[in-house]
């Protein structure tokens, strides 16, 4: 089992940037890849971005690619998410989660961080 827990998230003006932390514990030495999803209000949670832990590849949905970047930090065994010019469309609960096999599923999720963008 990984543990999984966010942070970073808050209020921000439209065009202004958030950076976002999960700080993994447990059983991560068998971790894949790890992942960002979000949730809005009234919509299905969506993938945002995801990156192999061990050779570094990232993966972005087309609606923040340019402005999102995810990296890790193996030894502190955290992964982030730099948010640049956000929108308000990016208002959602930011999620962390990890695989233990493949970037398309995820078997560990952390508790969510809300991340609000103001117009």
């Known amino acids: 089992q990984v543990q999984l827990v966010e942070s970073g998230g808050g209020l921000v003006q439209a065009g202004g940037s958030l950076r976002l932390s999960c700080a993994a514990s447990?059983?991560?030495?068998?971790?894949?890849?790890m992942g960002w999803f979000r949730q809005a209000p009234g919509k299905e949670r969506e993938f945002v971005a995801a990156?192999?832990?061990?050779?570094?590849?990232?993966y972005y949905a087309d609606s923040v690619k340019g402005r999102f970047t995810i990296s890790r930090d193996n030894a502190k065994n955290t992964v982030y998410l730099q948010m640049n010019s956000l929108k308000p469309e990016d208002t959602a609960v930011y999620y962390c989660?990890?695989?233990?096999?493949?970037?398309?599923?995820?078997?560990?999720w952390g508790q969510g961080t809300q991340v609000t963008v103001s117009s």
């Open positions: 990156i192999i832990w061990s050779g570094g590849s990232t």
């Open positions: 989660a990890s695989s233990y096999s493949s970037r398309y599923v995820y078997h560990n």
């Open positions: 447990g059983r991560t030495f068998s971790t894949y890849a």
